[in-house]
């Protein structure tokens, strides 16, 4: 019945799906329930504010799809903007690769604006095309906030300074889905007409509930858009919004409620610690490559993901050998490398509910499997450079002191 | 934490989301996996083979998408049809209602085949339209097996009569959300080449799983279609199939699993006899109407559907007061009557894992229901009608003989 | 991997173990912990404190035992009596047979006052040997306050008023496994000395946890008691209590949880409410019984347990066949007749977390059984009996108003 | 609602109770039933067979009782010795000395040997005393297999071939609470007489069930044992076993289904596998020890244990600050010291359902730890040292080859 038996827990350091705090799973065990009685309403009423605050948005609107972050790029996509409209996308690992490609087949027509696979988005490039475009012809910027494919992190607020500057009108979307709840994100500062999440990400929850998020901005593009849309229309919604009923189609109550649950963890956390968390852990992690003399695939510091670590391995390495034998040895789920990093890079993904000793066990794995396949690792040095940061940097927690 | 408390359990009798049976909350009850280990993408192979039975198809290609019966509606036209397609579509309760109006939005040419709501689709009016359709320009015919709003099950096998009577070449698409797993179907049998359903209906899972089924003319037709999708793409699906990685995008693993484990439990009863189970609880949920003198929204017993009943109240008492005060005292949720029938009926769902007693201590809520709002029924009388069939018709459990 | 398959639920009516809600299934869905850490003393801090409120005694001083209600019995005796002690004790059924065997067994010296199965205890002859007894030889009194086995709930404050009366010092020894949270039932008020339930009646919890309350005389026997004990021993726990770690040994960390949402559970209702939904449901399911023209096994209206009712059948049909038929047909678990009434009544339990749908789905399986074994009931008689009661008398669902 | 919020997963390495694995959490996760149906007999039949596997018995009878080893102790104990017994007991740790309590409370005339905590049992002053005991007084050895306080394991076998060698006739009574599904245990081999355990140590259950195994010969021993007992007698059990009811009192069903799943997963993994294990996992945790400078409490290898180490510390640490500090900043739970070791030593569980990683951050956090109270350990120490060897010794995962 259970695929995947091996003695103790899976190590789970995809960079999604992630694990699931068992306060969550408890909050999900349970039964369907009616979506038309007064509960779920109000329940959900509740969740869309409560949503607002990890967007860091007082003025948007949350839809919460039934989906995945691909059916959320297609609604953040379809409700702002009409098939012909010209947008300017950053290409920049297999995510953005694939938002592009969604994009395209939308029929927008999309100014690719690619970088090497490491690298972080090219802003210069974008910061010309938006001083040459004096008619606006540019009628949106998509950006992964975090290509999750490569471990970057790409600068939103100056994506924002550069519209601002040119006084472009530029509807500006952003894929936050290994980002929201994890890095630093601030939808209304950053002025971010379109932002998603997909709940199997920093909000360690199961897949399945695409959260897009629109400003007002957004919202009044969407009754021009022109693009074809029924399931994913935001219009839909909104009329279940004005009658207090919030659901054009049934939800999973499960996932309502799981929410709930993950949200209250959040916030007892408090979300400003949940992202220092991230910070610190991701930090320990680079601490971790750089003592086994790895590298990031990330060229420069400033584009370091806090969710997700890829590392290169010498070329006499397969890195899906490593992902394999990490998962049949260890029970340690690593990220395979996508695309044109196959075999060049695995990665570790550390974000979602996770803690210093979960990852310090993770990269005692990583070590094992590492020296498994030829690499001369010195055992315990990850670990080692990882531990003397984090028995620095690690506060007490909350509740038990 | 709990918005719903109450003592005892919800009795769940709208038609759908329905009860979730225990061995299925207990299989998902789990954390997140890894879905590109080589764990999920065996256990996707296996669910893949076995989910054709419940189609009955044994060439179709079924597709597990993470969204509702919506979306699933969306992914049966796109990859199908071309914007501009004329279709004849069946207009018989709010479902196909909102089917209709998707249909429409999605751009096709939609011939529109009203009936009067609680009538069966008008096969006579798509006879005369494929008769007189000798250039072929009718490119589908669209239509809900079992129409949940008022509790009419079509008659699917006529319909495919009627193409291979005038030897027409349109596609069939059909709508068996509320039927599949639930009443007779039989997809190879009957010619059809799309049918769809979700997860939380007579599956008994969770909301998030819109199962798609396509017949090799349908696959075929994908492949010119040129309605815009990519979430709904069947094509990203086949890709991954071929890869032997079968996800084109995070799958929900916990539906997953709980697929597996409803499976099992369907297999385990026997499909043919869950349709009798469903067939047996819906007739004594018929007699229970008639002893309490109420009329049944479906007028011709043809049509009488196995997995909703509609019931008419007298015009002097509001439906909905009667879903809201079962809800309120009872902890009994019934379906609310919709659109054009608002006020006017209330639905008893029995579909899904559900047995005789469940359904007697509804029939027993609704009586007492009927009594407060001022209907003068008398106590006892429908759950006599239904427990005397039962009596005589309900099995012993095979597992306990 | 499930020995009991049938679709749909299992109706469980026995009188314990009972239905578990569903909130406290999700508070025990959860991996153990350290018991020695500070979390699980503050929990169980908690816990002690809200237990006396079921008790309904400010003074008790309430033992958590990781045991069955057998264990809770042998330690109210143990820990207050020695060997050769005089008590007097009822025996008026299966249950209190079985506590007079521990008593005897133990090396008391028993006084068994019998009654004939389906009266309560005989309180005249507690009266006459209370009065005779100017010695006070008798060193307790041992009651049942509802026998299980016949339904019949003995008058706890009579003997009170009793031993009041005469001023007789005995210990009032108290078993309320099938009464309290569910009967009216006053430790302090009635001068009660020890006070026991098992956490799977009408605490609505898995069997496992054994509570027993003191009353500070109790405690005070305790201290010279002469019978042998070390698991049971209150000492033991008196002692961990002053330490503020509470446990002696190890406690079922998701039993404790359990208890807390289960409390939670009776606090949120009322315990007033509880004790009237008891009532209700018990007087409903009699109002059936008399209506299927069957007799209560409890002779008169004073006994009548608000927790189960035992039910006679007419000498032609054997009540054990019932049971099996009702289980293996209709997935619904009735109590056997035990020992003396075995085949002469089969037992309907209506405590714990139960409410009015659920009791009517379980009359109307009855009455088909009974129509299965060849008893002629009309069919709905009792369903229609039982609800003309619970239509008058059931209050909304306050959470709902 | 949950008292030790934390980011992430507890990490849990007490001995006990220890980590539940998520398919027995899942088997757990259900309703209450009927244990008087057909089913739960069934069920226990089974489990009683297979539960003889882990104690490598084929003759010898195994009961389930619902309580806790003190509980199992209690039972091994009355049911086979008088008041007045002189039986022999070795004091090596806390939990014999608990043991050596409860014989002497239960008025046993017992031989305390003892030995320097940090020691095994003194088999040569064992020798010494049968070989005097020409006239078998000595009616039993009691000790205890592995000493949880101390880390301590005895020499089982030896004790029988001292026994053996005399043609003592003594009861052999063995607690193995702590080492039965984890270390090497022969029951039959070693004609042991009584052997136990609790559920929520090697058997990775929640606490609540003592299993206690009892040989022919201690089956004949307890018809002329004249201990009082009647919860934890085994002739009550033995006559509802011939009955094939296999319950005097009410189990809980949960810890049934509980135990099934877990025994499948020790028979799917293989017990020998399962025991190598935990050597594996015991020796990797001693080498970080020595790694880090520290000494085991077990004075020499012949006792080490394979599923606890108690470490000592330097005089100038508190090691309860050290049990503190890691549940509050690392959320790591570590064993105390108690009693004579108290504040001396902190002990590692690494016994149950656990892999390498786990326990590799176990250790990193143990480094960090003592790193936190002032003890000079290098950082990565332990785990190179323990990683080291697990590198070369760990197992491909058998289900994933």
Same mark, same amino acid.
């Given at each position: 019945m259970d695929y995947v038996y091996?003695?103790?827990?899976?190590?789970?350091?995809?960079p999604g799906p992630v694990n699931i705090p068992d306060q969550v799973l408890r909050a999900m065990n349970r039964n369907n329930e009616d979506y038309r009685s007064p509960a779920i309403p109000a329940l959900t009423k509740v969740l869309i504010e409560d949503v607002k605050k990890i967007f860091k948005t007082t003025s948007g609107t949350p839809f919460l799809f039934p989906t995945t972050g691909t059916g959320a790029w297609e609604s953040a996509l379809t409700n702002t903007l009409s098939p012909g409209d010209r947008i300017v996308s950053f290409l920049i690992g297999q995510?953005?690769?694939?938002?592009?490609d969604q994009q $395209?087949?939308? *029929?927008?027509?999309?100014?690719?604006?690619?970088?090497?696979?490491? $690298?972080?988005?090219?802003? !210069?490039?974008?910061?010309? *095309?938006?001083?040459?475009?004096?008619?606006?012809? +540019?009628?949106?910027?998509?950006?992964?906030?975090?290509?999750?494919?490569?471990?970057?992190?790409?600068n939103l607020a100056t994506v924002r300074k550069i519209l601002d500057h040119y006084q472009h009108p530029a509807?500006?979307?952003?894929?936050?889905?290994?980002?929201?709840?994890?890095? !630093?994100?601030?939808?209304d500062e950053w002025g971010i007409d379109v932002a998603l999440t997909g709940s199997q990400k920093a909000l360690s929850l199961p897949t399945g509930m695409?959260?897009?998020?629109?400003?007002?901005?957004?919202?009044?593009?969407?009754?021009?858009?022109?693009?074809v849309r029924v399931f994913f229309d935001w219009n839909d919604y909104l009329k279940f919004y004005k009658l207090g009923t919030y659901w054009p189609y049934t939800p999973s109550i499960q996932l309502l409620y799981g929410l709930r649950a993950a949200l209250d963890l +959040?916030?007892?956390?408090?979300? !400003?610690?949940?992202?220092?968390?991230?910070?610190?852990?991701? *930090?320990?992690?680079?601490?971790?490559?750089?003592?086994?003399?790895? *590298?990031?695939?990330t060229q420069k510091e400033e584009w370091f993901s806090d969710t997700v670590t890829a590392v290169i391995v010498p070329s006499y390495i397969d890195s899906?050998?490593?992902?394999?034998?990490?998962?049949?040895?260890y029970n340690l789920s690593l990220g395979l490398g996508l695309n044109k990093v196959a075999g060049k890079v695995f990665r570790i993904g550390h974000l979602g509910n996770l803690n210093e000793l979960q990852l310090l066990g993770c990269l005692a794995g990583v070590e094992m499997v590492l020296k498994d396949v030829g690499y001369p690792v010195k055992l315990g040095s990850g670990v080692a450079a990882a531990s003397a940061y984090l028995q620095n940097s690690t506060p007490l927690i909350p509740s038990r002191i």
């Open positions: 091996g003695p103790g827990r899976n190590h789970l350091f995809v995510f953005s690769l694939l938002w592009i $395209q087949r939308l *029929k927008f027509n999309v100014d690719v604006v690619e970088s090497e696979w490491g $690298q972080g988005a090219d802003l !210069d490039v974008l910061a010309s *095309k938006i001083a040459e475009d004096k008619e606006h012809t +540019i009628k949106a910027i998509c950006i992964v906030h975090n290509e999750t494919a490569t471990g970057v992190t790409n509807l500006y979307l952003v894929d936050g889905v290994s980002s929201i709840c994890a890095l !630093d994100f601030r939808m695409g959260i897009v998020c629109a400003s007002p901005k957004a919202l009044e593009a969407s009754k021009t858009a022109k693009s +959040i916030f007892e956390e408090g979300l !400003d610690n949940v992202i220092a968390r991230h910070t610190r852990l991701a *930090k320990a992690t680079r601490l971790a490559v750089e003592a086994w003399g790895l *590298k990031n695939c899906s050998e490593i992902v394999r034998r990490a998962w049949k040895r």
